[in-house]
Nanobody, 121 residues
Framework: QMQLVESGGGLVPSGGSLRLSCAAS???????????MAWYRRAPGKERELVAV???????TYGDSVTGRFTIARDNSKRTLTLEMNRLVPEDTAVYYC????????????WGQGTQVTVSL
């Protein structure tokens, strides 16, 4: 099993910025580049929401609520995933999770434990 650990969350005022990181370790690190990587979030009282995706072929997709404000990136050599969050608003308050999806071998899918992002008024 590959392990994912998020970091970078915290308390930030409206309009501020944060940079989240996700570090991978454990098994299958040599196949990191073959994973579709993504950031999800779960806000209080809401279901899990897809924030951004960075596929193995390099395409990126953003949720409507964050497009233009967030930027997802990956470094396959360092096995890290980042999320640059700008112009944050209170609605961005959530626990943010990174995920790794391996379509050919779903048993290798992995999730981090999450990092809390709180945007104050």
């Amino acid at each position: 099993q590959m392990q994912l650990v998020e970091s970078g969350g915290g308390l930030v005022p409206s309009g501020g910025s944060l940079r989240l990181s996700c570090a991978a370790s454990g098994l299958y690190l040599g196949y990191y580049y073959q994973y579709d990587m993504a950031w999800y979030r779960r806000a209080p009282g809401k279901e899990r929401e897809l924030v951004a995706v960075h596929t193995t072929v390099g395409t990126t997709t953003y949720g409507d609520s964050v497009t233009g404000r967030f930027t997802i990136a990956r470094d396959n050599s360092k096995r890290t995933l980042t999320l640059e969050m700008n112009r944050l608003v209170p609605e961005d308050t959530a626990v943010y999770y990174c995920s790794a999806s391996y379509p050919s071998f779903p048993s290798r899918n992995a999730w981090g434990q999450g990092t809390q992002v709180t945007v104050s008024l």
